[in-house]
Each structure stands twice: as structure tokens, then as C-alpha cells.
């Protein structure tokens, strides 16, 4: 058994607010200094396979010597090795409106900032933009709304739908996931109906205070509302969330402390964690003065992607183009899971081919511009298998993650060979012929390792990528 109730001092509720400042720093205060040995037994424990306590996430946030430090990247990259291989999962955000009643201070859709262009794609738009997101070999999207009365739960499913019909040759999008603000249980079981993939939101800071000052008006003000918005979506049967925080609002380790405090909560409640976090870092927006005290620097933040890895080992971890390439590159080895890739923030920016940005259509400022292809090419030179998979979703095996980590032969079983899979499909309908050569060695050189472990898994794989080349699509297990 992998989850371990905790006692904390606002017992684990459905739809009661669970965040307590105090705990949380007190368990950060008690833990300080920790000799070298107490940070062995930590990871010690993420290496076998378990969880850490909020006491044991904060020993490691605590761990300050370059000793431990390095004990701490080295863990989660054995870790992440370990459990989750070579794969990376490949997604790309779309747009869908900018319109914004709140006055989030960090954004440039609030609603406050009249240079922000405002607009929401028309359905031929969505199915332009979709069909450019295809073209470029995506399968896996997040649909992305301000909020405003229009961007209503109907709308959100409605939105959802339009993009599921879009088909052009073999492209389809087979997984959308939507980043959309708090619903009611009704709202929610609307949105789950249009077939959603995973709900993400983020708390942006789990510090009240904090979270008081950034938020001086509109809805999102009440943060104990978006604090238990995935109570709402799991009684209304959305068992697939993903929390977030943006990093630079508040202190950091209070903040991963506050993430792993949620993961408890929904495990508490609900029996089932979280299937991904996202800690993306604040970026320049339109018209916005970005808040210095909290800056988390390249080096805290790497270690902070460690710290989760290890802290939550069956948990996804997403990074967004907010960070460079070459920051990308080195986190995915510490234990990020899912990046996206080509991403355009502008509304209706994949279809458009003006070169460069236009900070008053965006939301904040983009750091890795690199197409979807260029993305893979980099992937691939590192041995990297980019996936497009969306094998558990569309076979409802849900806790997809949690499988990953705990049942014996999964990955080898469903994730790698889905992976290939995905990855085949791409190399015959989008990738040039360089790329496809290339990406064809790796994935022969993938099946050589597997016939090694599994005749009979190997056999029927390599039949499935035959059929891949000669144009079947879809093959998954
Ligand atoms: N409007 C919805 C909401 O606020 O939940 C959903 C989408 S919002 C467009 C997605 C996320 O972008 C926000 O939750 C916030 O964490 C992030 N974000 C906003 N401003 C940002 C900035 N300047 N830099 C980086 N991320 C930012
Ligand atoms: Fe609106 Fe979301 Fe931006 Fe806040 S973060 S202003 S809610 S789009």
C-alpha cells in the first residue's frame, strides 16, 4: 500500500479548505539543518518506492550542504530512470479565449490591462488552429481559457467537442485536457461529459496572504473556492486532475510543501492523487511588474523539480515552454515527464506565420520557441523516445502514473510500446526524411533491448510498427 493517511491538524474533508500556514512552516522550522544521514534515509525511501511525509519533503527542502544537494539530483535521476526510462510525453496548450474578469496582478489577461488584445476563437478558427496543431503531429492538447461568464462549463465542453471532430489525414487529437477556472459539481459533470482528460488548475500560491495580495478582485479571490476545486471535480467523477503552483509569488518550499499537503488531501478524500503537477515559474507579461521578493533562480529550481520527483514518484511532472531549451533538456533528467512542444501563446498563433511575438496577445513571455519538430530532433540525439500516448486515457485505466509506479512490468508492458507506437506514427505522417531516419534507428535500437527481456512482446511490436509503416494508425495497447 503506497498511501499513508497523516494527521494533520485540519482533518482531510471534501470541500473543506486543508491548507494551515502554520503547520506547514513549523514542520519546515523543526526540520532545519538535517545531518547528511537523515537526507540518506529520505531518498532512501522515495528509492524504494514510497512517498515521502510533508516531515520528509521538508527535510530534503531543508538540505542546504552541496553534499546533500547532490544527493538529491543524483536520487531523482535514478529515480526517474528507474521508474519512467526514456520516455517524454509531447503536448502542445491552444488558446481558446482572453477574455478575463479577474485582476490576477502577474497576468496580462487581467482584466484591468486594456493593451491585452482580447479575443475567442470562432469554431472555424478553433478548427484552424486545431488542424495547424495536427499538421505539426500533435495529439495531445490543453485547451486554455480566461475567466469570464462566456468561457461557462457549456461553452468549455462545447469547445472541447469542436476540437475532438477536427480530422485532417491521419491527424486527430486523442487527448484534450483543459486549464479552465473553478466549476460547481454541475459545471464540472458537464465539462467531463465532453470526454476532458485531465483538469488542471493551479493554486498560483497556497499562502493565503499572498495569495490575498495578488488577487485584489473578481471571483479568484476566494482562494478557498479554487483551493478545493478538484473536491468538486472528483464528486462530480473527474478523477484525473492536475495542481499547480506559480513559482516567484510566494517562498518555495512553502509552496511544494502546500503541493504535497494537496496531494494528501485528494488522496484523503478520494483515494487518488493527483495525475500531474506543474510549477511553472513567473514570466514578463503585458504591462505587468513582476514581484522580485520570491524569484526562484535556475539552481532552486532544478532542485525543487528533484525534491518533487522524489517527494511524489507517481506523480507527472510538467514543464511549459516558459523555461529555455537548454533548462528543459537538463530538468527532464531530474524527473519532468511532460513537456509541450511548438507552442504558441498568441490567440491563433499556430495558424498565423508572422515571425516573432506580440506580448499584448499573450498571457506572459515565451523562453522556448523551438518548433515541434526541432523539439523531437533534440529528443532523439539525447536517445529520448517522445511520446504521443494516450493509451490509458482512451483504455480507462485511469491512475496512469500510479500504475507506472507500482505495478510491476507496466511501463514495459503498455507505456514503452505505446511510446514506440506513437512516436512510428509521427516519423511516417510529419517528421523529414533526416528526422525519420534517425528517429527510426532509435526506435529499432529500443525493440533490439526489448527482445532481449520479452520474445513474444518484441514479436508482436515490431508486427504493429510494420503495420504502422504500411498505414494503419492507432494500434494501441
Ligand atoms: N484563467 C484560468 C486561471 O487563472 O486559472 C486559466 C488559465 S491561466 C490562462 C493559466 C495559468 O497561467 C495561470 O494559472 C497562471 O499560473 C499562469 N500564469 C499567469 N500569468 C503568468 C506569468 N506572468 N508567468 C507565468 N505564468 C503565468
Ligand atoms: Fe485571468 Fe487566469 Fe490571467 Fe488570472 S491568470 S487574469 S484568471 S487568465
Redesign the pocket.
Known amino acids: 500500500m503506497l498511501f499513508h493517511p497523516q494527521t494533520y491538524r485540519i482533518p482531510d474533508r471534501p470541500n473543506v479548505p486543508f491548507i494551515d500556514p502554520l503547520e506547514i512552516e513549523e514542520i519546515l522550522c523543526v526540520t532545519r539543518d538535517p545531518s547528511i544521514e537523515r537526507v540518506r534515509e529520505v531518498v532512501g525511501k522515495s528509492l524504494s518506492r514510497q512517498r515521502l511525509s510533508l516531515a520528509e519533503t521538508a527535510v530534503l527542502l531543508n538540505a542546504d550542504t552541496p553534499e546533500a544537494r547532490n544527493l538529491i539530483l543524483e536520487s531523482a535521476r535514478q529515480l526517474k530512470q528507474a521508474v519512467y526510462g526514456n520516455r517524454i510525453v509531447l503536448f502542445a496548450p491552444l488558446?481558446i479565449g482572453t477574455r478575463?474578469i479577474?485582476q490576477?496582478s502577474?497576468?496580462?489577461?487581467r482584466a484591468n490591462n486594456r493593451t491585452a488584445v482580447r479575443h475567442t476563437l470562432t469554431h472555424s478558427e478553433i478548427q484552424s488552429e486545431t488542424e495547424a496543431l495536427e499538421d505539426a503531429g500533435h495529439k495531445r492538447l490543453i485547451l486554455?481559457?480566461?475567466?469570464h461568464p462566456r468561457y461557462d462549463a457549456r461553452y468549455i465542453a462545447q469547445t472541447v467537442k469542436w476540437v475532438y471532430e477536427v480530422k485532417k489525414g491521419h491527424g486527430e487529437i486523442r487527448r484534450i485536457n483543459i486549464?479552465?477556472?473553478?466549476l460547481d459539481i454541475t459545471g464540472f459533470r458537464t465539462v467531463r461529459q465532453s470526454r476532458i482528460g485531465t483538469y488542471q488548475?493551479?493554486q498560483?500560491t497556497y499562502h493565503p496572504e499572498a495569495y490575498r495580495k495578488y488577487h485584489p478582485a473578481g471571483p479568484?479571490r476566494d482562494y478557498d473556492y479554487?483551493l478545493t476545486a478538484f473536491d468538486r471535480a472528483m464528486q462530480a467523477g473527474i478523477d484525473d486532475v492536475g495542481l499547480?503552483?506559480?513559482l516567484?509569488l510566494y517562498d518555495w518550499r512553502f509552496e511544494v510543501m502546500a503541493l504535497v499537503r494537496h496531494v494528501n488531501h485528494l488522496e484523503a478524500c478520494f483515494k487518488v492523487g493527483p495525475h500531474t503537477i506543474?510549477f511553472?515559474?513567473?514570466?514578463?507579461?503585458s504591462q505587468?511588474r513582476?514581484p522580485l521578493e520570491h524569484l526562484v533562480d535556475d539552481e532552486d529550481f532544478i532542485r525543487l523539480v528533484a525534491i518533487l520527483r522524489l517527494a511524489v514518484p507517481y506523480t507527472g511532472l510538467i514543464l511549459t515552454a516558459?523555461e529555455r531549451a537548454a533548462l528543459r533538456d537538463r530538468l527532464i533528467e531530474y524527473g519532468v515527464s511532460q513537456i509541450d512542444g511548438g507552442t504558441k501563446l498568441e490567440i491563433g498563433g499556430y495558424c498565423s506565420d508572422k515571425p516573432g511575438q506580440n506580448i499584448h496577445k499573450e498571457?506572459?513571455?515565451l523562453n522556448d520557441k523551438r518548433p515541434l519538430a526541432e523539439i523531437i530532433e533534440t529528443l532523439v540525439s539525447q536517445r529520448r523516445i517522445p511520446s504521443f500516448c494516450t493509451a490509458c486515457y482512451r483504455k480507462g485505466r485511469t491512475g496512469e502514473h500510479f500504475m507506472e509506479f507500482s505495478v510491476n512490468g507496466f511501463i514495459k508492458r503498455y507505456c514503452t510500446p505505446n511510446g514506440l507506437l506513437t512516436f512510428s506514427e509521427y516519423l511516417e505522417d510529419y517528421a523529414a526524411p533526416d528526422l525519420r531516419s534517425k528517429g527510426w534507428r532509435l526506435i529499432e535500437s529500443e525493440l533490439k533491448g526489448l527482445s532481449q527481456t520479452d520474445i513474444p512482446l518484441a514479436t508482436e511490436l515490431s508486427k504493429r510498427l510494420e503495420l504502422i509503416r504500411l498505414g494503419e494508425r492507432d494500434l494501441l495497447w
Open positions: 488558446y478575463c479577474n490576477c502577474y497576468c496580462g489577461f486554455v481559457y480566461g475567466e486549464n479552465a477556472a473553478p488548475i493551479f498560483e479568484k479554487r499547480g503552483a506559480l516567484g506543474s511553472p515559474r513567473i514570466k514578463t507579461a505587468v513582476l516558459r498571457q506572459f513571455e
